[in-house]
């Protein structure tokens, strides 16, 4: 059974910064697409960034320059960083993976991660 786990967040103050992961239970890199969301209650969720199957990454443009979508195979796991964080960044964070078994695409989203982000 597939598996993934999704942790991180916390609370820091402007201009910190702080790392979120989503770890597999699978290769990293059969994956389709891993990505990371944001929501702010009230909100709809937007997306923050994302990592491709062949290694392309792409980014909002509220994350291009300060943070970082990267894969690390031994530990089969995704991570974000956030950095120079600002209080408009604080949000509830989420994973999303999408892979195939076969002709079949799931998906699955991480329960979420709050970051607070304090002047």
């Known amino acids: 059974q597939v598996q993934f786990v999704e942790s991180g967040g916390g609370s820091v103050h402007a201009g910190e910064s702080l790392t979120l992961s989503c770890a597999a239970s699978?290769?990293?890199?059969?994956?389709?697409?891993v990505e990371w969301y944001r929501q702010v209650s009230g909100n709809p969720r937007e997306f923050v960034a994302g990592?491709?199957?062949?290694?392309?990454?792409n980014y909002a443009d509220i994350a291009k320059g300060r943070f970082t979508i990267s894969r690390d195979k031994p530990a089969n796991t995704v991570f974000l960083r956030l950095a120079d964080l600002k209080p408009e960044d604080t949000a509830v964070y989420y994973c999303?993976?999408?892979?195939?078994?076969?002709?079949?695409?799931?998906?699955?989203w991480g329960q979420g991660t709050q970051v607070t982000v304090s002047s």
């Open positions: 990592v491709m199957w062949g290694g392309s990454t």
């Open positions: 999303n993976v999408r892979w195939y078994e076969g002709d079949t695409m799931h998906e699955w």
């Open positions: 699978i290769d990293i890199f059969s994956l389709n697409a």
